[in-house]
């Protein structure tokens, strides 16, 4: 691929973070994933999955009770999970910590666009309806909750849907 192609490959897509290990240049080499590293992935799926249960944020009631102004406890989780990621994010920057493969941790800056808003909103009609969202999702489907394999299959289609009309969405 040539230059002109990168260059507007980087413009089409201003507004994603997009890295195509096929643009790699000679100093940045793909990480090498080893069995380990896949067992390291599995316990820390696998203690989040556990964490989400004891916690009650997959409980369809907790997330009706959360959109419905019934209850505190989802607010108080996902208000502690704020906190705890914008603290973070502040030792992160200012100690200029790196990954454990050894990688600088890059935070580009944002730009608000409407379609965050249309986005957000999709996504929470789509929560209170479902009573999942994404990482919940693995964890309810784990605990015996069969039935929201339709809202994983929903949220797949929906990604390849995102995927198809992006272009002509609004960024």
């Known amino acids: 691929m040539n230059d002109t192609t990168t260059i507007k490959i980087k413009e089409i897509n201003t507004d994603f973070e997009v890295r195509f290990l096929d643009h790699l240049s000679t100093e940045e080499q793909p990480l090498k994933e080893t069995a380990l590293s896949y067992l390291k992935y599995l316990l ?40 705890t990621a914008i603290i973070s994010v502040q030792l992160i920057k200012r100690f200029n910590i ?9 935070l580009p800056q ?36 069969l ?4 809202t994983l299959f929903s949220a797949l289609a929906g990604t390849w849907m995102y995927g198809l009309l992006r272009e002509k969405l609004p960024h």
């Open 147 to 150: 039935v929201v394999v339709v």
């Open 44 to 83: 820390a799926g696998t203690a989040f999955g556990i964490i989400l249960v004891k916690s009650e944020v997959i409980s369809w009631f907790r997330i009706q009770e959360m959109f419905r102004l019934q209850s505190f406890h989802m607010y108080g989780v996902i208000g502690s999970a704020v906190i």
């Open 110 to 145: 944002k730009k608000f666009n409407k379609g965050q808003i249309y986005g957000g909103l999709l996504f929470g009609f789509g929560w209170a309806l479902t009573g999942a969202c994404p990482g919940p999702m693995f964890a309810q489907i784990g605990t015996g909750a």
């Open 98 to 106: 790196k990954t454990l493969g050894g990688e600088i941790i890059e």
